[in-house]
């Protein structure tokens, strides 16, 4: 059995792109489970991406310029004719791919699994849609589609960004309504390295940890913990330490006073 758990690095106040998953499933008050928050959240932003993409092909298609060889015909509506084909040209095959690997992208940068910075967000949204307008630019100026459908990738990539960052905040307010999003933190570590994450994390209101208290290293709990062999009872350590403290996520500071600790 593997206990994951959180760190991060006591000597800064600056958070890290994206906080582990928790370490148990104790239910807080609410009866919801940190790991069952967490596969809430990515359901909720896993389908507003999708409406995004949707939403955003869509757009382009409607507002792409009028095409040279095609005289009074819609670049959008000669691409939307290919998409609402019987049989998906191999274009639109290739721009599902396209989207598949964006999502793929967002799960292995966690944005589905953990709480991750808004400016990471971003980032990750910036980069992952401009490699997507890139890769179906090249695919439609080698396949000889008409030529000003070249610009249906930047209309798509760009709205789905503007999108995607909407869907996000949407589904983050959506998850506060429903009382899912806060997540009822335990620091555990020495006085110094707990007060710096607790620092950490209250930068970061928008993620949701609130400080639900602190346990120190030298806790007999946290001890029999540190020290069980790796398994059942060391799951089972972690799931009372949370229960006693009230809480349903845990976080190791990476830096302990006592050596033996560490």
Same mark, same amino acid.
């Given at each position: 059995?593997?206990?994951?758990?959180?760190?991060?690095? &006591?000597? &800064?106040?600056?958070?890290?792109?994206?906080?582990?998953? *928790?370490?148990?499933?104790?239910?807080?008050?609410?009866?919801?489970?940190? %790991?069952?928050?967490?596969?809430?959240?990515?359901?909720?932003?896993?389908? +507003?991406?999708?409406?995004?993409?949707?939403?955003?092909?869509?757009?382009?298609?409607?507002? #792409? *310029?009028?095409?040279?060889?095609?005289?009074?015909?819609?670049?959008?509506?000669?691409?939307?004719?290919?998409? !609402?084909?019987?049989?998906?040209?191999?274009?639109?095959?290739? $721009?599902?791919?396209?989207?598949?690997? %964006?999502?793929?992208?967002?799960?292995?940068?966690?944005?589905?699994?953990?709480?991750? *910075?808004?400016?990471?967000?971003?980032?990750?949204?910036?980069?992952?849609?401009? !490699?997507?307008?890139? #890769?179906?630019?090249?695919?439609?100026?080698?396949?000889?589609?008409?030529?000003?459908?070249?610009?249906?990738?930047? =209309?798509?990539?760009?709205?789905?960004?503007?999108?995607?960052?909407?869907?996000?905040?949407?589904?983050?307010? $959506? =998850?506060?309504?429903?009382? =899912?999003?806060?997540?009822?933190?335990?620091?555990?570590?020495?006085?110094?390295?707990?007060?710096?994450?607790?620092?950490?994390?209250?930068?970061?209101?928008?993620?949701?940890?609130?400080?639900?208290?602190?346990?120190?290293? &030298?806790?007999?709990? $946290?001890?029999? $913990?540190?020290?069980?062999?790796?398994?059942?009872?060391?799951?089972?350590?972690?799931?009372?330490? !949370?229960?006693?403290?009230?809480?349903?996520?845990?976080?190791?500071? +990476?830096?302990?006073?006592?050596?033996?600790?560490?």
């Amino acid at each position: 059995a593997r206990t994951p758990y959180s760190s991060m690095p &006591s000597g &800064s106040a600056v958070m890290p792109e994206a906080v582990q998953r *928790p370490v148990t499933d104790q239910r807080s008050a609410t009866g919801w489970s940190a %790991t069952a928050r967490l596969r809430i959240q990515g359901l909720i932003y896993g389908a +507003s991406d999708l409406l995004a993409f949707a939403a955003a092909t869509l757009a382009a298609h409607r507002l #792409c *310029p009028p095409t040279d060889p095609l005289p009074g015909v819609w670049a959008g509506q000669w691409v939307s004719a290919q998409w !609402l084909h019987p049989r998906p040209t191999g274009h639109a095959v290739r $721009v599902a791919f396209i989207v598949i690997a %964006t999502l793929i992208y967002f799960h292995r940068r966690r944005h589905y699994t953990a709480r991750v *910075p808004r400016w990471t967000v971003m980032r990750d949204i910036a980069i992952a849609t401009a !490699l997507a307008a890139l #890769c179906e630019e090249i695919l439609l100026l080698t396949a000889a589609y008409p030529h000003n459908v070249i610009w249906l990738p930047v =209309l798509r990539w760009g709205m789905a960004a503007a999108l995607l960052l909407a869907g996000r905040e949407a589904g983050r307010l $959506v =998850l506060q309504r429903l009382g =899912l999003w806060r997540l009822d933190t335990i620091i555990v570590g020495s006085a110094l390295a707990a007060r710096r994450l607790a620092g950490a994390l209250a930068s970061q209101p928008r993620l949701g940890y609130r400080l639900a208290g602190t346990v120190a290293a &030298s806790d007999p709990a $946290v001890r029999a $913990v540190l020290t069980a062999h790796a398994g059942q009872a060391t799951a089972i350590g972690l799931r009372r330490l !949370l229960a006693t403290h009230d809480g349903n996520f845990l976080v190791f500071a +990476s830096e302990f006073a006592d050596p033996e600790t560490q």
